[in-house]
Every structure is written in structure tokens, then in C-alpha cells.
């Protein structure tokens, strides 16, 4: 008999189904049990006689029974198990009370099994919501004439000079874990003029916070034939949008579910860094450097809000001192690279790159770098590459800020940190 | 002024537009000059007065001119150049020729030089090709409830043990890149049933073949609750058929240029390994063992084209010594494994996976494993798993056999191999 899915039984009430999925949850009433079974498409509750001997949740099982309604009953329907065959029984209770997934559980509990707590209802939407934004990501840059690349991960020098690299044994040979697809991804503009990537990248970063991965999935965009990086952000407004209208329009309930509070996407204002740190010094009385750190652009974030009504801010024009070489300089100190803080938190930086091969070595030299080190990166620059420019969206800090959660490795399946390696 | 792409010339005879582009081709007849200006839509010839100074080939540019008919330029048309500005100048001329771009060049001078090679019309064809595959594979599995996941490429041990693992230095720790989502796919299948991945994966094989790559983009798709591995094959099946339709409605002409062969995609039959086994050694007079060499795979790819027409062959029930501990056992040696061939090349391994917890100690203990080095992995198994299957298919190797590439290396933009590691 065909199986039907949860989420296709409001249609079938007074007629006799075959479900599959987890034993849920149950209770045993003395003269009746009641169960949860859950698939992938949500949950329903089971009548099941007494003398049926349930196993231990989370088992896997197959129901056969008449779908009926009950206005007590979650979702008002509720079906009546006739047969039940349980296709794979847990040997023991699941360490993570599946029913009971409480987010402000201890995070490492919940990342040590998280084999299992994964199966909750908010890990599930989680990333069901990340599937559905890079869904978006894809669909909206397929139709601006971009095209999809996928480049090495293994590589022999790292996209900014040595730092924050894993070391790979590569045969003989050493070689890194890309920290970004930076220079491959500028490759491809000469030969696609648009292109994006959705892949790892790996930081060597000894932080342990809230906010940071080891391994962490990238969103990358690069475009050629560009006037300055007023384009390259007028496209990630637009892409953002579309990604959030996809989850929209295909997750709302898991949006719902999580309390995911809607951004504004109307407005996505640029404030260029030199005036958003006088506002932090002067209006926000913070002690500010070259670089905003955490605690800045958390206070950034909350004062675009309230002054502006904003959830994104790009933070334009950033200094020099405080990007790599291959940011475009203004002549003045001033770079056109960018930042984009979503709700106090960056999740891009992004910018016009330097696109001439004299001004890359001048910039190279600029840095204290010799440019011998980046012979092969410069030879690139020797065959017409076009004015360009482009980001990186990380996927799990936007999938953290739009649905509220407490820390960024609830973005992510199996996080990478400063310690953990498994599951 | 608007830009206006090569593609959608056909449309504007008469109007003066703004073209971008590289110069991908120049020649002066002394009254006149012609050049070819190629964007990422296509090529199109240039009328360039005689004393403007081309520079050299790959330059990137932009034209201001008026187009024209004319049957003899490539396409009918060509553009009478009024203003050129030259927006990045090659520096020297391009290691390889691009617009005569040679399959049969040795290729290890293309890879070596492949971030211009790339440029050349078949080398973006080729890739754009792999894109519109990914994308259909990506497209089919959402419409059948799948869900896109993102797995860890940093893990603590390999799926099918020790072997052919790059290892890492992670912190204090030593890791190895991941050369399979093998259990994360199986776990993921107790989260969502159905589930998908794109990302690469990464083996280190001491083989250096026109078949092999070290790193290469793994299609990774696993299912639950299915009756047995058939369910598995019918799924890929219908995947490959649309995968290759959207190829050929997105990139039809990228195929055409390519002169790619259309495979039979009506029928994909299943052969048991011991009849394929059979078939070699008296059919076809090959001394063959229990796994399938290269040699082996292309013989019975030619004869199933010979006897049946097809170009797909699915080779199943393969015996257990041949595959790993989690192949589902049939119990007489033989298991739930299956490969798939196209055009005589493996491009698939796949099958119903264990899904008990005892039956996958029994299994580690026949292969003389200590199930307490697996103990991260059969935890997972308490837990409930249903039934479940699923396969990988190698999209460098789909794409080499569907267009008749001589290298595997021609179907990844930055090959690693052997001794591979740049660019």
C-alpha cells in the first residue's frame, strides 16, 4: 500500500492509510495509548490499543490505520493504528529528549549528540530554512547570467598570505585548506564574468565564540565589467532579498516555528566606515580602531535600528590598514571594500578588487609583501581582467541572525571548533 | 550606456550599442581591421578603423558601435566600432592560443596555464555543462522531497576506515579530509528521510590516470524507509534522465559546440555482478576478480552497448568482499551493492546500507574490523534507523563520458592530482 505523508492526511479523513516514520513520543492510558508518529513532513497522533507493546522512541515504524478526526487531537486529526511494524527499534532512550528540544539546553550537550538532536522539531527548521536560502542564493543568480563554479579546496598558499591555515599532508608535498576561494573565484570572472560558489572554507582561528566556525559554509559572488562596489552591493541587496523571499515562500512554517521576526528589506543603507566610527566614538562613546571588533558592530547594528529602522547596514569604503591587498584603494586610504552587518553581526565582507597587475604589485609592496611570494596569483593579472568585484555571504551567520538563535553552530549540521571533531 | 550582450544582437541590426568583452582575435588587412570581441554570451565580429592600435589578444574591452548585417561574419552580423576603450590590457600574449584552443594539445600545458585556458570555448562549455547537470540533480531531488544538506569535510576518522585519507593538523588534533559524507548522509536520512549533497570530496590515491582525481565534486543522495536497493536504482534513473534534460534545455548549445553524444536514457538495465562476471570471462575471455577493473568496467560498457544499445549499466548484487561493511548483506555472499556504469566508466557506487546495529557489528567483525574503533558511527544505529540507501556519482566523470572527454582532469576547473597543486 502507497505511503501517505503527515502532511497530505487532512485529505484523506475516513479513509485507511500506510505512514512511516519515528515513534515520537508516547503514553500509555491504562485502557489506550496514545503516540506521536513523526515524518518529514510533521506529526500526528496515534490511537493504539492497549496491548500493543510500543518500543522505545525514536524507533522507526510503519502504521497502518484510518485517519479520523479529533478536535482534541494536534492538527484536529488523529489515526486509528491498526497494524504496526516497527522497521528498526531504538536500543535505548535517546540522550536528548526529542520532544522536549529546549534551546537553551547546554549547547555542548546538544552538539555531542547531535546525531539525534537533530531530529528535533527547531534543529530540523534550522536548517531546512539554510537549504532554503542557498536555494535562493542559486535561483536568483542563475537568472542575473551567473554561472556555478566549483573550485579546489586543497590549494598550495592561502588567498591572503599565510594566517589562519590548516596544513594538509598532500603526498610529498604541504598544502592548506582554502580559507576562501578568493583568487579562484577571480580566475572565473575571466572566463564566466559572473560567477558564485557554495562551498566549505576553513579558518584556522583559535576563537571560541558564539559567532565562529572552523568550517564554515561559504556563499561567494564575484562579477566582472563593474563601475565600483556601488554595484556589487546593489546586487547583494537584491540577491538577499530574493533569498528571504524563497525561504519565505517555501518555509514559512519553519519560520514560524522558530519565530523567525521578518527583516526589513526595503532599506540596506551604506554608511561609510569613517563616519560610522565618529558615530560610534562621538554618539556611542566607543573606543574604536581601523577594524570594528565584535562588540562594535554589535552596537552599530542596534544603533541603525533604532535611528534608521534597519536590520542590514553596509559599512562602506573601508581603510586600507584594515583589508588585504587585493582591495581596491581610493588613492586616500580609503578602499572600496565593504562590510554587511545583519542585526550587529557581520555576515560579508565584499568590495571592488584591484584589477590591474602594476597596481597589485604596488599593493602587495604597500603591505610589507614580496611579490615573488604571489607570483602566481599576479600572473592572472598579466591577461585582461576586467574591473570586478564581489562577497561572501556565511551561511550559517545569516541562518543565526534572521532566525534569532543564541549561537552560530546551531546554523550548522556538524560544527567545526576550536575542539570538536566529531560527530 | 546600457550594455548590451553578444547574444542578444540579433535583435538591435541598425542600433548602435555597448558591447564588454575580451578581444579574443585580431587581424589588420591594411585599409581595415577586423577583431573578434567575446563576452559571456558569445562571440561576435568588430569593424575596427585602421589606425586605432588593438593591443594584444585577451585584453579586456569596451566597444560603442552600430550593428550591422553581414552574411559573411560569424553569426550574420557584425559591429562597426566607433569608440573602444581598452578597460584591462594584456601584458604579454596568452600561453595558449585561445581561439585556437586544441583538445589534443598535451594537456598538461592547458592545466598548467589554466586560468587563461579556461577562456577557450570548450573549456567553458565543458564547465558550463557540469553546472547545468548540478543544477538539474539540485532541481529533481527538491521536487522529490530531499533536502539539501551541508556536511563536515574536516572529520575524525574515514567512512570506510583508514585509507586514502589526507590527513590534517587541526590544532592539537589530527584530522582528515573527509572522502565521502558517507555517515553524515546515513545520519541525515534519520533527520530529514531524504536527503542530498554537492560538495567535494577527497581521496588520497597514489593513481595518476585519464580517470582519477585526488579531489572531485561527489553528488551525494540517501533515502529512507525504502523496500530495498531497486527503489535506489529507479531513483537514480529518473535523476540522470533529469539531469540530462536540463542540460539540454539550459546549454543546448554548449552540447552541440561540445559534439556531445545523447545516451540512451530509455533503459539503464541491472545486471548482476556474478552474470557480469560470467559475461567476462566466457562472453568476452577476460581474467576477472571479485572488483572490476578499469579494463574490465569498459569491455562489459562495450558489450552492453553491442548487445543492448545502452550507454547506462547498472551491475548489482555486487559480493560482499568487494564492498564495504555497511553494504547491506543478502546473506550468500552477495550484497545490496551496486555500481553504475556509463560508456564503460564507473561513475556511481551506491546500495541499501545496514541499518541495524547488530547486523553492523557482525558485518565489521566478518571484514576483521574491531567494532570499537566504529563506536562513533554504530552509536548512530541505536537510534532508530530505517531502512536506507543511496549512491555518489562523480560529476567530473558524468560530464568527461557525455562529452567524450579524453581527461577527467578537462571536467574540473582546477584539477588536483598526483602531483597537481597549482594553479
Redesign the interface.
Known sequence: ME?TLVSELSGMVGKTVTL?G??HWKRDLGGIQFALLR???GIVQLVVEKDVDLPIA???M?VRGQVVQNAKAPGGLEVLAQELQF??????P?PIEIPKEEWRANPETLLEYR??S??GEK??AT??V??AL??GF?QYL?AQ?F??????????AGAEGGSNL??????E?R?Y?AQSPQL?KQ??V?????VYE???V?R?E?HATSRHL??Y?SLDVEM??IRDENEVMDLEENLLRAMLEEARRSVSSELELLGAEWPNLTEMPRLEHAEARRILREELSMPVGQDFNEEAERALGAWAKERWGVDFLFVSKYPEVARPFYAYPEGDGRTRGFDLLFRGLEITSGGQRV???RMLVEQLEKKGNDPANFA?YL??F??????HGGFAIG?ERLTQKLLGLPNVRYA?????D??R???
Open positions: 505511503r512511516q519515528w515513534l515524518d518529514r513532513s525514536e524507533s522507526a510503519e522497521l528498526a527499534r531504538a536500543l535505548e535517546s546525531y539525534v537533530l531530529r534543529a530540523r536548517l531546512k539554510q537549504a542557498v536555494r542559486r542563475d547570467g554561472t556555478e563554479i566549483f573550485t579546489p579546496k586543497i590549494v598550495s590548516f596544513p594538509i599532508d598532500y603526498f608535498q598544502a585548506l579562484y580566475i572565473m575571466g572566463v564566466y564574468e559572473r557554495v562551498a566549505p576553513f584556522a583559535q572552523n568550517e559554509l566582472g565589467f584589477h590591474e597587475h602566481g600572473e592572472v598579466k591577461f585582461g581582467m576586467p574591473p551561511a550548522r549540521a556538524f560544527p567545526r576550536r575542539h571533531l566529531t560527530p
